[in-house]
């Protein structure tokens, strides 16, 4: 009788242990540099996608502190740390070495060399050529040259990778090189036969506070009837045409995808390399597109977008 | 000049024919549940629908579901007179609502779209897929189900990757982040002409059933189903109107 009551005490410790093993498993972090609206979009992403993950979010609120992180890792016990933005991202890689470590929404990641690192991987912020210039495509199918101003500084690899990236969908990009970000219109115009488009790279020497070569680009461009890509839809109100950017909600589901992929199938991370965001939202500029097609719009064009400025405007 | 003036007459007769038997009508509850629409568009066709009905003096209040729990829970608060649902959730429920389908989706001519589900070339099985990755635009849980019923998984064998747009999850298939994706098949041949780079490496594996267009269902208490029958087949006449079809993915309803 004593014997049948071991076992049985035996088999719940067994039961016990087994089930706060997969509770563990399912616990998840998310330690965010500061308060965004498009951070909590990403989270809601993450838990519709994985609903079965307990998620704890701690806000670094702007500010580098390690021993708030450390306090926050040793208190949760994840099974993984996702980290939103760069400032969460490097305070994070510098305080945990073993603990699994996904990064998110940090630009430019591979300047950032703090986050190369055996239990760190993530998804960038830069969105692939091809997909930016597909999405184009589908609007505008008959615009095949795009003139790309840029720093060579700053963004020479991203302009050759994505001329070989476009030149696979028929669309040429012309390199512009613009050494001095006031010189910007002056290398518009040398160069104005060459193109019918132009896109914005987020180059931060040609566009910054201290310049003036963003104003300067969006006002050639409406000028000359120029469409402009973009990468932020908060240069659509300005006059840009097309923008391409994250899609927040998607980005969520797909570091859920990653997650799964290193907790429950015990892929490493330093095995999954850095992967381009999957999701993107688009929005066109009715009014430009109507300014630079005129007749020519076919309405079908707007199908393909996730928002109309002004039109879905909240 | 003949024809012009005979359209004129005819939207003249339909705006008169609204406005007669719309006369003694109060606001009424329209409640919509499309969880394949962007939702970021939800404000202006919200907007365009009631601006239009306002036009014809119908007084309507439009409420927008993602959820389907959501869509239950508030049938219940605000009894509402009509609703326009995805046809998969309206043939689920319709007798538990006493639905009655006044009007369906087309698009051009087409009152129903085919998805498929899109892999790599060497894959042969799409049972092959179980517990991998498969991107696709978010998808209510039943029409998931049914899914994931005809490849031979269920929803906890395969994780989802939701995206906003069927080029997204193309794309992603084609950078090789997931391994399959569900889109229509009109997608899949654009993107497949815009950019065969990204499509050369995959194939059609499984084309899934056939999916209904929307549908404007009644429900039992609404009175006046002529206003909106015809208001609703209708709403194509507009040009303004072009957003509300735009989000239900249609061109008319008929």
Redesign the interface.
């Known amino acids: 009788m004593k014997k049948n009551k071991n076992i049985i005490f035996l088999f719940l410790c067994i039961l016990l242990f087994s089930i706060t093993t997969a509770y563990a498993n399912e616990r998840y972090v998310f330690i965010k540099s500061k308060s965004l609206s498009q951070v909590d979009v990403l989270i809601n992403g993450f838990k519709q996608s994985y609903s079965k993950a307990e998620v704890s979010v701690l806000d670094l609120e702007g500010k580098r502190n390690t021993g708030k992180v450390k306090t926050f890792i040793k208190e949760k016990k994840p099974s993984l740390i996702i980290c939103l933005g760069s400032l969460a991202a490097k305070t994070t890689v510098r305080v945990e070495k073993n603990i699994p470590i996904l990064f998110a929404m940090v630009i430019n990641y591979k300047r950032q060399k703090e986050l190369v690192q055996k239990n760190v991987t993530g998804v960038s912020m830069e969105i692939p050529a091809a997909v930016i210039f597909t999405q184009f495509k589908m609007i505008f199918p008959e615009i095949k040259k795009i003139g790309v101003p840029h720093s060579p500084v700053n963004s020479k690899e991203i302009v050759s990778d994505s001329i070989v990236a476009t030149n696979k969908i028929k669309i040429k990009l012309i390199a512009i090189e613009v050494q001095n970000p006031s010189e910007i219109e002056e290398k518009l115009i040398l160069n104005r036969k060459k193109y019918s488009g132009i896109w914005m790279l987020a180059d931060t020497k040609l566009y910054n506070r201290k310049t003036t070569a963003l104003q300067e680009l969006i006002k050639y461009s409406l000028n000359q009837n120029l469409p402009l890509i973009v990468f932020s839809e908060a240069f659509l109100k300005r006059g840009a045409l097309f923008s391409v950017s994250i899609n927040y909600k998607s980005l969520g589901s797909q570091l859920a995808l990653i997650s799964r992929k290193i907790v429950l199938d015990k892929i490493k991370p330093s095995i999954i390399p850095v992967a381009s965001p999957i999701g993107t939202y688009t929005v066109i500029n009715k009014s430009v597109a109507k300014k630079i097609m005129g007749n020519k719009i076919n309405d079908i064009i707007y199908a393909n977008v996730d928002k109309i400025y002004a039109e879905d405007e909240d | 000049m003949i024809r012009y003036q005979c359209k004129t007459y005819v939207r003249l007769i339909v705006f008169l024919t609204i406005l007669l038997l719309n006369k003694f009508i109060y606001a009424e509850t329209i409640f919509i549940f499309h969880p394949e629409g962007?939702s970021?568009?939800i404000?202006?066709v919200k907007t365009d629908l009631t601006n239009y009905f306002k036009m014809i003096n119908v007084n309507a209040e439009f409420y927008f579901f993602a959820k389907r729990e959501d869509f239950d829970r508030s049938v219940e608060r605000f009894d509402p007179e009509l609703a326009i649902v995805s046809s998969y959730y309206y043939y689920e429920m319709k007798e538990n609502y006493n639905w009655k389908e006044i009007l369906s989706g087309y698009n051009n001519e087409k009152k129903s779209y085919k998805k498929v589900l899109v892999s790599f070339k060497n894959l042969n099985d799409f049972r092959q897929l179980k517990n991998n990755?498969l991107?696709s635009v978010q998808l209510d849980t039943a029409s998931l189900n049914t899914y994931m019923r005809m490849i031979g998984v269920s929803q906890s064998e395969i994780?989802?990757?939701?995206?906003?747009?069927d080029?997204?999850a193309i794309?992603?298939l084609g950078?090789e982040?997931?391994q399959g994706a569900i889109v229509t098949r009109s997608s899949f041949n654009?993107?497949e002409n815009?950019?065969p780079?990204?499509t050369e490496n995959l194939k059609i594996l499984l084309e899934l059933s056939e999916t209904e267009h929307p549908k404007v269902v009644m429900f039992p208490k609404l009175k006046k189903i002529k206003i909106y029958k015809i208001s609703f087949a209708n709403i194509n006449k507009d040009k303004q109107n072009?957003?509300i079809l735009?989000y239900f993915?249609i061109t008319d309803f008929k």
């Open positions: 962007k970021s568009q404000q202006t990755s991107a994780r989802i990757v939701s995206v906003s747009k080029i997204d794309m992603a950078f982040q997931v654009q993107i815009i950019n780079d990204a072009i957003s735009r993915g």
